[in-house]
Protein backbone atom coordinates (compact mmCIF):
# COMPACT_ATOMS: atom_id res chain seq x y z
CA UNK A 1 0.00 0.00 0.00
CA UNK A 2 2.78 2.38 0.95
CA UNK A 3 3.85 2.15 -2.72
CA UNK A 4 1.00 2.89 -4.00
CA UNK A 5 0.58 5.90 -2.03
CA UNK A 6 4.73 6.71 -3.34
CA UNK A 7 2.82 6.66 -7.18
CA UNK A 8 0.22 9.10 -5.71
CA UNK A 9 2.39 11.82 -3.92
CA UNK A 10 4.73 11.59 -7.66
CA UNK A 11 2.00 12.16 -9.74
CA UNK A 12 0.37 14.96 -8.39
CA UNK A 13 4.28 16.53 -8.41
CA UNK A 14 4.12 15.44 -11.68
CA UNK A 15 0.95 17.48 -12.19
CA UNK A 16 2.17 20.16 -10.67
CA UNK A 17 4.80 20.49 -12.60
CA UNK A 18 2.69 20.71 -16.35
CA UNK A 19 0.09 23.20 -14.69
CA UNK A 20 3.55 25.41 -13.51
CA UNK A 21 4.83 25.11 -17.26
CA UNK A 22 1.08 25.89 -18.50
CA UNK A 23 1.01 28.77 -16.32
CA UNK A 24 4.86 30.09 -17.52
CA UNK A 25 3.91 29.55 -21.56
CA UNK A 26 0.72 31.57 -20.94
CA UNK A 27 3.06 34.12 -19.30
CA UNK A 28 4.92 34.44 -22.34
CA UNK A 29 4.67 36.38 -25.75
CA UNK A 30 5.40 34.58 -28.67
CA UNK A 31 3.85 32.59 -31.67
CA UNK A 32 0.04 32.06 -31.03
CA UNK A 33 -0.27 28.89 -32.91
CA UNK A 34 3.18 27.26 -30.99
CA UNK A 35 1.42 28.69 -27.48
CA UNK A 36 -1.82 26.86 -28.47
CA UNK A 37 -0.03 23.72 -29.45
CA UNK A 38 2.00 23.76 -26.47
CA UNK A 39 -0.95 24.15 -24.22
CA UNK A 40 -2.70 21.45 -26.12
CA UNK A 41 0.04 18.88 -25.64
CA UNK A 42 0.44 19.81 -21.45
CA UNK A 43 -3.38 19.45 -21.03
CA UNK A 44 -3.25 15.88 -22.89
CA UNK A 45 -0.01 15.10 -20.44
CA UNK A 46 -2.29 16.28 -17.30
CA UNK A 47 -5.05 14.04 -18.43
CA UNK A 48 -3.36 11.43 -18.71
CA UNK A 49 -1.70 11.68 -15.14
CA UNK A 50 -5.04 12.32 -13.63
CA UNK A 51 -6.23 8.81 -14.98
CA UNK A 52 -3.12 7.16 -13.64
CA UNK A 53 -3.50 8.90 -10.54
CA UNK A 54 -6.89 7.73 -10.27
CA UNK A 55 -5.73 4.49 -11.51
CA UNK A 56 -3.34 4.16 -8.51
CA UNK A 57 -5.88 5.45 -5.64
CA UNK A 58 -8.27 3.13 -6.69
CA UNK A 59 -5.64 0.43 -5.99
CA UNK A 60 -5.28 2.34 -3.13
CA UNK A 61 -8.74 2.07 -1.74
CA UNK A 62 -9.14 -1.30 -2.97
CA UNK A 63 -5.68 -2.45 -1.19
CA UNK A 64 -6.99 -0.90 2.11
CA UNK A 65 -9.88 -3.29 1.88
CA UNK A 66 -8.05 -6.35 1.03
CA UNK A 67 -5.92 -5.95 3.83
CA UNK A 68 -8.51 -5.25 6.19
CA UNK A 69 -10.25 -8.75 5.12
CA UNK A 70 -6.88 -10.27 5.60
CA UNK A 71 -6.43 -8.70 9.25
CA UNK A 72 -10.00 -10.30 9.74
CA UNK A 73 -9.23 -13.71 8.33
CA UNK A 74 -9.07 -16.04 11.59
CA UNK A 75 -12.30 -14.51 13.33
CA UNK A 76 -14.11 -14.72 9.99
CA UNK A 77 -12.87 -18.75 9.80
CA UNK A 78 -14.03 -18.85 13.23
CA UNK A 79 -17.29 -17.64 12.88
CA UNK A 80 -18.08 -20.05 10.10
CA UNK A 81 -16.24 -23.07 11.61
CA UNK A 82 -18.91 -22.43 14.65
CA UNK A 83 -22.15 -22.87 12.87
CA UNK A 84 -20.86 -25.43 10.51
CA UNK A 85 -19.61 -27.25 13.87
CA UNK A 86 -23.01 -27.76 14.83
CA UNK A 87 -24.03 -28.55 11.30
CA UNK A 88 -22.13 -31.36 11.25
CA UNK A 89 -22.52 -32.82 14.54
CA UNK A 90 -25.82 -32.93 14.22
CA UNK A 91 -25.36 -34.86 10.88
CA UNK A 92 -22.91 -37.15 12.48
CA UNK A 93 -25.38 -38.20 15.44
CA UNK A 94 -28.59 -38.84 12.79
CA UNK A 95 -26.17 -40.85 10.53
CA UNK A 96 -23.95 -42.77 13.25
CA UNK A 97 -27.19 -43.50 15.85
CA UNK A 98 -30.84 -42.17 14.73
CA UNK A 99 -30.82 -43.97 11.21
CA UNK A 100 -30.03 -47.25 12.67
CA UNK A 101 -32.48 -46.80 15.10
CA UNK A 102 -35.31 -45.74 12.76
CA UNK A 103 -34.39 -48.34 9.99
CA UNK A 104 -34.89 -51.52 12.47
CA UNK A 105 -38.03 -49.16 13.80
CA UNK A 106 -39.21 -49.39 10.45
CA UNK A 107 -38.26 -53.35 10.26
CA UNK A 108 -40.65 -53.72 13.11
CA UNK A 109 -43.39 -52.33 11.38
CA UNK A 110 -42.86 -54.01 7.96
CA UNK A 111 -42.70 -57.49 9.72
CA UNK A 112 -46.03 -56.57 11.41
CA UNK A 113 -47.68 -55.42 8.18
CA UNK A 114 -46.76 -58.65 6.29
CA UNK A 115 -47.15 -60.96 9.45
CA UNK A 116 -50.17 -63.49 9.19
CA UNK A 117 -49.87 -64.79 12.42
CA UNK A 118 -51.20 -61.93 14.09
CA UNK A 119 -54.74 -62.86 15.62
CA UNK A 120 -55.75 -59.17 17.49
CA UNK A 121 -55.10 -55.36 17.13
CA UNK A 122 -53.84 -55.48 20.37
CA UNK A 123 -51.27 -57.89 19.67
CA UNK A 124 -49.95 -55.25 17.00
CA UNK A 125 -50.39 -52.35 19.27
CA UNK A 126 -48.28 -54.34 22.25
CA UNK A 127 -45.46 -54.94 19.23
CA UNK A 128 -45.09 -51.47 17.68
CA UNK A 129 -45.64 -49.97 21.31
CA UNK A 130 -42.39 -52.36 22.17
CA UNK A 131 -40.57 -51.24 19.37
CA UNK A 132 -41.13 -47.13 20.13
CA UNK A 133 -40.20 -47.95 23.44
CA UNK A 134 -37.30 -49.86 22.80
CA UNK A 135 -35.76 -47.60 20.04
CA UNK A 136 -36.69 -44.70 21.45
CA UNK A 137 -38.72 -43.45 18.36
CA UNK A 138 -40.55 -40.22 20.47
CA UNK A 139 -37.00 -39.15 21.71
CA UNK A 140 -35.10 -39.78 18.18
CA UNK A 141 -38.70 -37.41 16.66
CA UNK A 142 -38.06 -34.55 19.03
CA UNK A 143 -34.24 -34.36 18.91
CA UNK A 144 -33.88 -34.74 15.09
CA UNK A 145 -36.78 -31.23 14.87
CA UNK A 146 -34.47 -29.64 17.36
CA UNK A 147 -31.33 -30.07 15.35
CA UNK A 148 -33.09 -29.17 12.37
CA UNK A 149 -33.55 -25.78 13.81
CA UNK A 150 -30.17 -25.88 14.82
CA UNK A 151 -28.89 -26.03 11.37
CA UNK A 152 -31.34 -23.86 9.77
CA UNK A 153 -29.65 -21.27 11.93
CA UNK A 154 -26.31 -22.37 11.26
CA UNK A 155 -27.00 -22.14 7.40
CA UNK A 156 -28.23 -19.14 7.84
CA UNK A 157 -25.39 -17.94 10.21
CA UNK A 158 -22.96 -18.93 7.41
CA UNK A 159 -24.97 -17.86 4.70
CA UNK A 160 -24.81 -14.15 6.35
CA UNK A 161 -21.68 -14.16 6.54
CA UNK A 162 -20.78 -15.27 3.15
CA UNK A 163 -23.04 -12.57 1.99
CA UNK A 164 -21.46 -10.08 4.23
CA UNK A 165 -18.11 -11.00 2.59
CA UNK A 166 -19.55 -10.94 -0.98
CA UNK A 167 -20.79 -7.62 -0.53
CA UNK A 168 -17.68 -6.09 1.32
CA UNK A 169 -15.76 -7.51 -1.80
CA UNK A 170 -17.72 -6.89 -4.63
CA UNK A 171 -16.42 -4.75 -7.45
CA UNK A 172 -17.14 -0.99 -6.59
CA UNK A 173 -17.70 -0.17 -10.20
CA UNK A 174 -21.00 -2.08 -10.19
CA UNK A 175 -22.05 -1.28 -6.61
CA UNK A 176 -22.95 2.69 -7.47
CA UNK A 177 -26.90 2.84 -6.46
CA UNK A 178 -28.98 3.81 -3.75
CA UNK A 179 -27.08 1.83 -0.72
CA UNK A 180 -29.21 1.34 2.83
CA UNK A 181 -26.84 2.26 5.31
CA UNK A 182 -28.12 -0.06 8.07
CA UNK A 183 -27.14 -2.86 5.32
CA UNK A 184 -23.95 -1.15 4.89
CA UNK A 185 -23.74 -1.49 8.86
CA UNK A 186 -24.84 -5.26 9.42
CA UNK A 187 -21.90 -6.31 6.52
CA UNK A 188 -19.34 -4.91 8.46
CA UNK A 189 -20.68 -6.08 11.60
CA UNK A 190 -20.86 -9.26 10.04
CA UNK A 191 -17.00 -9.63 9.24
CA UNK A 192 -15.68 -8.05 12.00
CA UNK A 193 -18.09 -9.44 15.03
CA UNK A 194 -15.64 -11.88 16.05
CA UNK A 195 -13.54 -8.74 16.87
CA UNK A 196 -16.59 -7.10 18.70
CA UNK A 197 -18.24 -10.06 20.58
CA UNK A 198 -15.74 -10.82 23.75
CA UNK A 199 -14.98 -7.05 24.34
CA UNK A 200 -18.81 -5.42 23.52
CA UNK A 201 -22.13 -5.76 23.80
CA UNK A 202 -23.38 -4.18 20.89
CA UNK A 203 -26.07 -1.84 21.19
CA UNK A 204 -28.42 -1.18 17.83
CA UNK A 205 -30.47 1.87 17.07
CA UNK A 206 -31.33 1.83 13.40
CA UNK A 207 -34.72 4.09 12.07
CA UNK A 208 -37.17 2.42 10.30
CA UNK A 209 -37.18 2.20 7.22
CA UNK A 210 -33.59 2.32 6.44
CA UNK A 211 -32.06 5.17 5.52
CA UNK A 212 -30.35 5.42 1.78
CA UNK A 213 -28.13 7.18 0.07
CA UNK A 214 -26.35 7.21 -3.29
CA UNK A 215 -22.80 5.55 -3.72
CA UNK A 216 -21.23 2.34 -3.02
CA UNK A 217 -22.49 -0.07 -0.18
CA UNK A 218 -19.00 -2.38 -0.43
CA UNK A 219 -17.04 1.39 0.22
CA UNK A 220 -18.89 2.37 2.99
CA UNK A 221 -18.56 -0.65 4.75
CA UNK A 222 -15.24 -0.82 4.56
CA UNK A 223 -15.47 2.60 6.40
CA UNK A 224 -18.16 0.86 8.99
CA UNK A 225 -15.95 -1.83 9.74
CA UNK A 226 -12.79 -0.04 9.78
CA UNK A 227 -14.28 1.90 12.86
CA UNK A 228 -15.93 -1.13 14.29
CA UNK A 229 -12.73 -2.66 14.42
CA UNK A 230 -11.46 0.20 15.68
CA UNK A 231 -13.60 0.50 18.48
CA UNK A 232 -13.39 -3.17 19.05
CA UNK A 233 -9.31 -2.59 19.73
CA UNK A 234 -9.54 0.33 21.92
CA UNK A 235 -12.34 -1.53 24.01
CA UNK A 236 -10.22 -4.91 24.37
CA UNK A 237 -7.30 -1.83 25.37
CA UNK A 238 -9.40 -0.91 28.61
CA UNK A 239 -10.08 -4.64 28.98
CA UNK A 240 -6.82 -5.72 29.30
CA UNK A 241 -6.53 -3.28 32.42
CA UNK A 242 -10.05 -4.19 34.01
CA UNK A 243 -10.34 -7.68 33.38
CA UNK A 244 -14.30 -7.03 34.69
CA UNK A 245 -14.70 -3.80 32.12
CA UNK A 246 -17.67 -4.69 29.47
CA UNK A 247 -17.64 -2.47 26.80
CA UNK A 248 -20.09 -1.02 24.80
CA UNK A 249 -20.45 -0.38 21.39
CA UNK A 250 -23.29 1.54 19.93
CA UNK A 251 -24.33 1.77 16.00
CA UNK A 252 -26.97 4.24 14.83
CA UNK A 253 -28.56 4.82 11.34
CA UNK A 254 -30.80 7.87 11.41
CA UNK A 255 -31.38 10.74 9.27
CA UNK A 256 -33.19 14.24 8.97
CA UNK A 257 -34.22 16.63 6.39
CA UNK A 258 -30.77 17.21 4.61
CA UNK A 259 -28.73 14.53 5.92
CA UNK A 260 -28.47 10.66 6.77
CA UNK A 261 -26.00 9.85 9.94
CA UNK A 262 -24.22 6.66 10.93
CA UNK A 263 -22.80 7.02 14.33
CA UNK A 264 -20.26 4.43 15.76
CA UNK A 265 -19.51 5.27 19.58
CA UNK A 266 -18.26 2.98 22.14
CA UNK A 267 -16.60 3.43 25.55
CA UNK A 268 -13.18 2.39 25.12
CA UNK A 269 -9.41 4.30 25.57
CA UNK A 270 -10.83 7.21 23.35
CA UNK A 271 -8.55 9.47 21.33
CA UNK A 272 -6.48 11.82 22.83
CA UNK A 273 -7.29 15.66 21.90
CA UNK A 274 -3.31 16.14 21.36
CA UNK A 275 -3.38 13.34 18.03
CA UNK A 276 -7.01 14.25 17.15
CA UNK A 277 -5.61 16.57 14.25
CA UNK A 278 -3.41 13.36 12.65
CA UNK A 279 -5.66 10.71 12.75
CA UNK A 280 -6.82 11.14 9.08
CA UNK A 281 -2.70 11.57 7.90
CA UNK A 282 -1.74 8.56 5.85
CA UNK A 283 0.35 5.91 7.99
CA UNK A 284 -0.51 7.42 10.93
CA UNK A 285 -1.08 5.51 13.81
CA UNK A 286 -0.79 4.50 17.54
CA UNK A 287 -1.26 0.53 17.13
CA UNK A 288 1.94 -1.43 17.20
CA UNK A 289 3.32 -2.25 13.67
CA UNK A 290 1.70 -5.97 13.57
CA UNK A 291 -1.67 -4.73 14.54
CA UNK A 292 -2.13 -1.48 12.02
CA UNK A 293 -0.98 -0.05 8.37
CA UNK A 294 -2.63 3.65 9.43
CA UNK A 295 -4.36 3.93 6.56
CA UNK A 296 -7.86 2.75 7.94
CA UNK A 297 -8.88 6.43 8.73
CA UNK A 298 -7.45 7.75 5.62
CA UNK A 299 -9.01 5.37 3.66
CA UNK A 300 -12.73 6.07 5.74
CA UNK A 301 -12.37 9.97 5.23
CA UNK A 302 -11.56 9.62 1.48
CA UNK A 303 -14.39 7.49 0.42
CA UNK A 304 -16.42 9.64 2.54
CA UNK A 305 -15.31 12.97 0.77
CA UNK A 306 -16.20 10.86 -2.44
CA UNK A 307 -19.93 10.44 -1.52
CA UNK A 308 -20.04 14.32 -0.94
CA UNK A 309 -20.28 13.28 3.14
CA UNK A 310 -18.22 13.90 6.39
CA UNK A 311 -16.53 11.85 8.83
CA UNK A 312 -16.20 13.85 11.90
CA UNK A 313 -14.67 12.89 15.58
CA UNK A 314 -16.75 14.14 17.96
CA UNK A 315 -16.93 15.54 21.92
CA UNK A 316 -18.40 12.67 24.11
CA UNK A 317 -19.19 12.53 28.00
CA UNK A 318 -17.26 9.88 29.71
CA UNK A 319 -14.60 7.05 27.96
CA UNK A 320 -14.36 6.49 24.53
CA UNK A 321 -14.73 7.88 20.65
CA UNK A 322 -17.56 8.47 18.62
CA UNK A 323 -17.53 9.27 14.95
CA UNK A 324 -20.44 10.77 13.14
CA UNK A 325 -21.15 10.37 9.33
CA UNK A 326 -22.96 12.60 7.38
CA UNK A 327 -24.00 11.74 4.21
CA UNK A 328 -26.38 13.77 1.58
CA UNK A 329 -30.02 12.58 1.29
CA UNK A 330 -31.25 10.85 -2.10
CA UNK A 331 -33.83 14.06 -3.49
Known amino acids: MKSELDKIIKLLGSIDQKLQLFTD ?6 NDENQEKSWSNTSTEIASLEKKLEQSRSRLLHAGKMSSLGSLTAGIAHELNNP ?16 DRLQKFVGVVE ?26 IKYIVEDMRDMSVENQEGVEKMKKIVSG ?14 CSLVDAVESALTI ?10 IIKEYDDPSPSCMGSSSKLSQVFLNLIVNAAQSMQLEKNKDPEMRGKL ?7 DEKVIVEIEDNGTGVSKRIRNKIYLPFFTTKKSDAGTG ?21 KKGKGAKFVIGLPVIE
Not at 120 to 135: F, K, M, P, W
Not at 192 to 201: D, F, L, P, T
Open 25 to 30: DSEMEG
Open 111 to 136: KVISSEDLESLDEVRQILTGALNNYK
Open 295 to 315: LGLHIAKQIISEHQGTINLVD
Open 250 to 256: WLRVKSN
Open 192 to 201: GYNQVKYVAE
Open 84 to 99: LTWVKSNLQIIETKYM
Open 165 to 178: IKSFARNEDEDIGE
